[in-house]
């Protein structure tokens, strides 16, 4: 055999043995290559998971504090206006007896439970907070500012410039206000889709 002869029969086989040679080296690189997608593919679904299970956590959290805080604003609005209710009710007690010229003992009962009233409306607005909205919690501190502008006045000298009538007016509207916040954030809403 002449080197020629030699040289196409090895071009031959070559020629034929390629077609294996490429498709041995296809599957081994496209095996390779799933097994990396694959491995991508669980990393990527179980991230997703975890995102997942993260997000539906978080989830289920919110709901949970929405629902306690939504049970637990319907006990704290009524209460709320109860205790300033109560407080609005010790100072008119102290105007009265102020108006009325009433024995100073008598005076000082009134004040120092008008004091105390106004104490545990303050301290329950203050320890109910994380439950009243902005709203709720800015009309209770005005009344709180005009209880407390109220009540040294009624520590003031018998002869006040202002009459009861004046005295109480601005904190009735106060309360009315915060009564009508709260029932505006009480009452039912209309959902939309």
Not at 60 to 87: C, D, G, H, I
Not at 171 to 177: A, I, M, P
Request: proline residues 3%; charged residues 30%.
């Amino acid at each position: 055999m002449s080197v020629l002869e030699r040289l196409l029969a090895d071009l031959g086989a070559v020629a034929f043995l390629a077609p294996l040679w490429l498709w041995l080296f296809k599957a081994a690189a496209t095996r390779a290559l799933d097994r990396s997608l694959h491995q991508q593919l669980e990393s990527h679904k179980h991230e997703l998971q975890a995102l997942g299970d993260k997000l539906r956590h978080n989830l289920q959290r919110e709901m949970l504090l929405a629902e306690l805080r939504t049970k637990r604003v319907f006990e704290v609005y009524p209460k709320l206006f109860e205790v300033f209710q109560l407080s609005a009710a010790a100072i008119r007690r102290v105007q009265e007896l102020k108006t009325q010229k009433q024995p100073e003992q008598e005076l000082l009962k009134a004040k120092i439970d008008a004091r105390d009233k106004y104490i545990d409306a303050k301290n329950y607005a203050v320890l109910n907070r994380i439950f009243l909205s902005k709203e709720v919690l800015g009309a209770a501190e005005a009344c709180d500012k005009k209880f407390l502008a109220l009540l040294k006045e009624t520590g003031a000298e018998p002869g006040s410039s202002k009459s009861l009538t004046e005295l109480t007016a601005e904190y009735v509207s106060l309360l009315d206000t915060l009564v009508d916040v709260m029932g505006t954030e009480l009452s039912p809403r209309e959902v939309t889709a």
